[in-house]
DNA sequence: AGCTACATCAATGTATGCAAAAGAAAAGCC
DNA sequence: GGCTTTTCTTTTGCATACATTGATGTAGCT
């Protein structure tokens, strides 16, 4: 998943350069950007960079300036709550859908992963963090698929990539990473029991562990 | 608001006419259909129609085929209620915050709307029944800016596209139309009073009655 | 006859050129 | 000198041509 850059499209990796970028702190809030701008930086032309930017755009983190062109949304500090509170609500009903839906092949794979992270947490290395990392977000990824709702899955496509505003896993000590995998772990559990209550209780928690890391976590 | 389709741009109003046809149920689920194919029926290029696509596809109105087309995807009978869960949990977080952070012109706003729906209610002629539709869209619009929070704003706009699905108003008969207006005078008063639970309490009350609304409705 | 390889076609992806809208700056008018 | 008008510039919107990809079918070989 990693370093594949090539195989995508030209917009696709438009979308996740600036996405990145924007996430990173490159590109900080009120920067201005034009359209052949970016399209120079990524050596590509207008067309895919403009669909990146559209979608941004309504994903809200690009404004576009009526005849000035286009500046990075600030994240206020109250922001980043609001997205916990979103993925909150989101989530913990797509965990309770899977609780309901979940194929056992998709149960499988929960615990599979759960095993991955917690095989590797507390992370020691770079590699660790990085498979920490991948394994959280295909973990999120399989239970938003065994929600089977398509209409939902697009929901939390959106709010997991506002999310990614959270995946400076600095934010997170040793204890923090070994609460969030037993969480997993939970989740697994709860889905695998058919127990939607549990499942939803579980995922809240989980969410809510991880506004309140955010919360207190400054610099 | 109505009849200025021309004042659109062409990539918003290919955007607009096809999701209404999807809506309407002009293009049915499963219906195949490719770029070009849309471009012509609309008298304008691919590069326009391209952009409404591709939202179409993030907000789950369409689904392209690997190699085959694009599809119109299906609204499984469950899935309405899906939509129901996923607005209960937005707009009713929306509600309570702009409980908090509504301003007094906003206050003001949500009021005269709640007015203009009763006052049309229940309707007797068409124009009725498009000023009521009208109103009612209004007043989600302007409790999600009230909220203050633009990246809730985004998450609902995709939301309440997803609610248009519903906006056949032939469901609702009288007594759910009158009931539905009082609820929006609950709701304005709720968030004038500044009582978060309060009105997090209508909206879910709110979207929960139309919810049973759209279970019991065949045909 | 069955399989492989190549040709062909349909659909999407990308580049580029031109048009239109919106601001900003400069020139003319009172 | 201040205000209006015009033009120039910047940025986005749209169309068209070209490239690429993947599917389908067909011919040739075994």
Known sequence: MRGEDDRLN?????????????LSGVLKPDDRLTEVTLADRLNMSRTPVREAVKRL??????????GEGLRVTGLEPDEVQQIFQIRLKLESYGARRAAEHATPAEQDELH???AVMSGHTPPKTDQDFDTISEANAAFHRTIMLAAKSPRLGAMM???????????TYRMYDDHDMIRQSRHHHDIAEAISARDPDWAEAAMSSHVLAAA????AFKG
Request: net charge positive; charged share 20%; no cysteine.
């Open 10 to 22: 030209a917009s696709d990796s438009a979308y996740h350069a600036l996405r990145d970028e924007i």
């Open 57 to 66: 755009l309504i994903e809200g983190f690009l404004t576009r300036a009526p």
């Open 112 to 114: 599979r992963l759960a």
């Open 157 to 167: 496509s959106l709010a997991i990539n506002l999310g990614l505003v959270l995946r």
């Open 212 to 215: 309140a890391v955010a919360r």
